[in-house]
């Protein structure tokens, strides 16, 4: 489906385990106090949050936001609409913002813009994957699982047209 198939593995299921249960390691410690706020945006990153939060030895709470694009559908306009807003309250709390993959950085900077506005205690992001490409990337990027190859990648949580997202490891498309 979808037109292309699986090309090569770049990230498999153990590198992508152990790499996580560091992640959880270095949150557990980056947060000795406080409220934490695991938030995913979905949909790529339910998986990775998913096995991320049970890395983490701390209490936890658990939201999801879902962002869209406005306009064109192009995700270059540079404007992020919130579709699901988290009916957690955000004031005073330590959020670790749980994302699939920074490419262009574009979706990353309207959400650290909407949730700064909220008034957090502290805002951190998780990204499992960064492609280095993001100019002048945010103080706020602390967490990173793996640097990615300037492909197109698919599986744990990352979708080609909705395919693939189910995918243990992940892989570049032919
Ligand atoms: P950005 O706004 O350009 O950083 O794009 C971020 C979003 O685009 C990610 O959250 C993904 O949903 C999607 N995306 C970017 N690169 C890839 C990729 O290589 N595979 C799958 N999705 C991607
Ligand atoms: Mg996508």
């Known amino acids: 489906m979808g037109g292309k198939e699986i090309h090569r593995v770049v990230f498999d299921e153990a ?5 996580v249960a560091q ?12 409220d934490l706020l695991v938030l995913g945006l979905l949909k790529g990153s339910f998986i990775f949050l998913g096995d991320l939060v049970r890395q983490i030895d701390r ?8 962002a869209s694009s406005y306009g064109t559908g192009k995700s270059s306009s540079g404007h992020v609409r919130l579709l699901y807003d988290p009916m957690t309250v955000l004031e005073g709390r330590h959020i670790v913002l ?5 490419d262009t950085g574009t979706t990353l900077r ?14 951190a992001v998780c990204a499992l ?6 100019s002048g990337p945010p103080d706020e990027i602390r967490f990173v699982g793996f640097q990615a190859p300037k492909a197109f990648l698919v599986g744990y949580g990352l979708d080609h047209a909705e395919e693939y997202r189910h995918l243990p490891f992940i ?4």
């Open 129 to 134: 994957l960064d492609k280095g490409i993001m």
């Open 15 to 19: 590198a992508i385990a152990a790499r």
């Open 110 to 123: 309207c959400l650290l813009d909407l949730l700064r506005a909220r008034q957090p205690r502290s805002l």
């Open 23 to 34: 992640l959880g390691r270095e949150i557990t410690e980056a947060y000795p106090e406080g």
């Open 171 to 174: 892989a570049d498309l032919a």
């Open 98 to 102: 749980v994302e699939d993959i920074i």
């Open 59 to 66: 209490p936890l709470q658990v939201d999801f936001i879902v």
